[in-house]
């Protein structure tokens, strides 16, 4: 136990945990239909398209809107937890470290999905990657402050601890018996609308369309 008498402790139940972690694999399907979204918008024929009718600053904007919200959505998952409502990433983790073990949790709970998760979370919240988005975040996005351009953060920072922060929060919420799918199955409607949507410019299909629904949560 910490000696920091500054130390918060949100979540002390597995109720309240399974709370967390239903929250947290909503975020897990939207973070993934973000990326999806943005990407499908950067295909070499999108691109083009875009700047011949003309539309680049609004679809410009769209993906400025797309990567605000998605920088948003990781790096609030890692922050402090400083309140006893907090149900972000990190009060979800804490949690389960605080348990004496993740065994015998019940019949329908997956320690090693806990662990993986757990492990996970450790090495993520160190990284490179998401010291220089948590920067962005404090100096332009949040707050307005002097910034050095150097330690902005790529495409492949925010991609790459997309998928990260996503994968922990499925197998929170996957292996605590919260949810059952997969994330993968719930980005495909995602993934086909972006399809749909950016389809408009370049007339390219990457999906093909079909009768195949997902319940969306």
């Known amino acids: 136990m910490s000696k920091n008498k500054n130390v918060v402790a949100a979540i002390d ?10 929250l947290g694999y909503s975020d897990a399907v939207l973070t993934m239909a ?23 600053r609004a679809a410009q904007l769209i993906r400025d809107a797309l990567s605000f919200r998605l920088h948003m959505f990781i790096v609030r998952a890692f922050i402090p937890v400083s309140r006893k409502d907090d149900l972000h990433l990190r009060a979800a983790i804490e949690f389960l470290e605080r348990l004496p073990s993740l065994d015998d949790l019940g019949p329908s709970v997956d320690p090693e999905r806990l662990q993986w998760a757990v492990s996970t979370f450790q090495g993520v919240q160190g990284s490179d ?7 962005m975040r404090d100096k332009r996005l949040a707050h307005m402050a002097r910034y050095d351009e150097r330690e902005r953060p790529t495409y492949n920072d925010l991609f790459y601890l997309a998928k990260m922060t996503s994968g922990i929060w499925e197998n929170l ?23 749909r949507f950016w389809s408009k410019f370049d007339g390219v299909r990457f999906m093909i369309d079909d009768d195949e629904q997902f319940d969306l949560v």
Do not use: P
Request: charge should be neutral.
């Open 13 to 22: 139940n597995w109720n309240d945990f399974g709370e967390a972690a239903l």
């Open 34 to 56: 973000m990326v999806e979204t943005i990407e499908r918008s950067n295909a070499k024929s999108c691109i083009g398209a875009i700047e011949d009718d003309k539309a680049g």
């Open 129 to 135: 990657r998401l010291e220089r988005l948590k920067k």
């Open 173 to 195: 919420a996957r292996g605590a018996a919260a949810m059952h799918l997969e994330v993968g199955t719930q980005v495909i409607a995602y993934r086909r609308s972006a399809d």
